[in-house]
């Protein structure tokens, strides 16, 4: 059974079919790459499998159980969980801080807790804190806990996004454009942290425009147009379909 199976998707808006039989099927530890044209509606099904936006039609199913039209909070809570073309940081709070609060189930979340159990609280804070260390040291961000994410360079907030999105404890992570922007470098730097994510039972599924990425990251890659599957196979496959080819890569 696949961990994460789309079929048939869709979502229109007004006049304008946004998303129209998209099929997506994710294994346990794989990396894949979405890709498309811009206005292709990658963003769009990233929208849809999150719960940010309720599907027309077709079914996510996650693990066999039925996720379509959840809230967002209940599908991070299922075991899917996305980031955002713009990082969406705490720029005024810690490296630490940001991590912590993506941090599932924690009893400071609830009023009555918080004030009647502040001593359990505060040990769930200090146990809190001590997994966002792990998740930071996973990622390579752990001299910069106290650091406010303000301070932090361009390739550090896009680790940090990384981050957060480990700290929820999802199976399967969406990213939307996590390395835009980022020289070759930078990208050498976060390569590893990705694979190692996948190496250690993670499931990921990329939106990216730079090829070169998706060449060096991605197992099996989707190809989406016009709102719908094109087209799946490996990138060599993919960036060598004469088609594909006049319609996106040259």
Known sequence: MALLEVSNLGIAFGGLQA????DLTVETGHLYGLIGPNGAGKTTAFNLLTGFLKPDQGEILFKGQSISG???HRIVGAGVARSFQDLRLFTKMTVLENVVVALPGQSGDNVVKAYFAPRTVAREERENAARAMEVLRFVGLEDKADERAENLSYAEEKLLVIARLLATGAEVLLFDEPLSGLDS???QEIFPVIRRLASEGKT???I???LDV????CDTVYFLDEGHTMAVGTP???MNDP???TRYFK
Do not use: G
């Not at 998303?19 to 998209?22: A, G, K, L």
């Not at 998706?214 to 990251?217: E, G």
């Open 208 to 210: 990216e425009h730079n």
């Open 70 to 72: 959840l809230r967002p």
């Open 243 to 245: 088609e594909l080819a």
């Open 214 to 217: 998706i060449k060096s990251l």
């Open 236 to 238: 060599d496959e993919l």
């Open 19 to 22: 998303v129209s039989q998209f």
């Open 185 to 187: 470098v930078a990208l």
């Open 204 to 206: 990921i599924c990329i």
